[in-house]
């Protein structure tokens, strides 16, 4: 069965203090690796999709890494506004859809 | 570009009825799936719909059912409803085929009581 799981269930970070956020999959067949940012009360928001191990993207103090088990989002040097929940999900091969199966997230507290 | 669209922001109901969800997807998005979070777990896969047909449903029972119009927006229903709908409902809009990406709209919170 397809499975994600994410550690630490919840991290608090001083403003400054880069940390890592780990993501572990198990699937069929990976299609995608996908990194989305979700605030209290709202959506998630997309970061970044990775395809193969051994990508890697960034954006701002984020960088996201794949391995053929798992993924890591780094966050440099993190401020306050970087607060809020990062969900991990993945897409398998060969489905009939693109559904995203998804972690239960780690809640990212930065403290000024 | 408007992005994915959801009504209503919040809705409160009584156990046992019906209720409907709406959403249109983001420009240039044919495929809608529609996602349920419960308080501290990540979003779980319903349905999702495409050329206005079901293609693949998650584990949730026939109470839920969807529809596509033919302008790709999109509408959930869940009937007969029980305290454990409660939840953040989420739409989200990508394309059929090449990228990959589900852009999510801002959610529906259901409270059910």
């Known amino acids: 069965e397809d499975q994600v799981t994410q550690s630490p269930e919840a991290l608090r970070l001083q403003e400054g203090e880069s940390s890592s956020l780990n993501c572990s999959y198990t699937?069929?067949?990976?299609?995608?690796l996908f990194w989305y940012r979700q605030d209290p009360g709202k959506g998630p928001e997309f970061l970044f999709t990775l395809y193969s191990a051994g990508e890697e993207k960034e954006k701002e103090r984020l960088k996201a890494t794949l391995t053929k088990k798992e993924s890591f989002l780094h966050i440099t040097a993190p401020k306050p506004e970087d607060s809020a929940t990062y969900l991990c999900a993945v897409q398998a091969r060969g489905g009939a859809t693109n559904k995203l199966i998804f972690g239960t997230g780690t809640l990212l507290a930065v403290q000024p | 570009d408007a992005g994915v669209t959801q009504s209503p922001t919040h809705l409160i109901k009584t156990r046992g009825q019906q209720v409907t969800l709406r959403c249109s997807p983001k420009s240039g998005h044919d495929t809608v799936s529609w996602y349920q979070q419960a308080l501290g777990q990540g979003p779980q896969f319903i349905f999702q719909?495409?050329?206005?047909?079901?293609?693949q449903r998650g584990n949730f029972p026939d109470r839920f059912s969807g529809h596509q119009f033919p302008n790709y927006s999109s509408e959930l229903n869940v009937n007969a409803l029980l305290l454990g709908d409660s939840a953040l409902y989420l739409c989200?809009?990508?394309?059929?085929?090449?990228?990959?990406?589900?852009?999510f709209g801002p959610g529906t919170r259901l409270t059910v009581t």
């Open positions: 719909y495409y050329e206005e047909e079901e293609r």
């Open positions: 989200a809009s990508s394309t059929a085929s090449g990228i990959h990406e589900q852009y």
């Open positions: 699937v069929s067949g990976l299609r995608g």
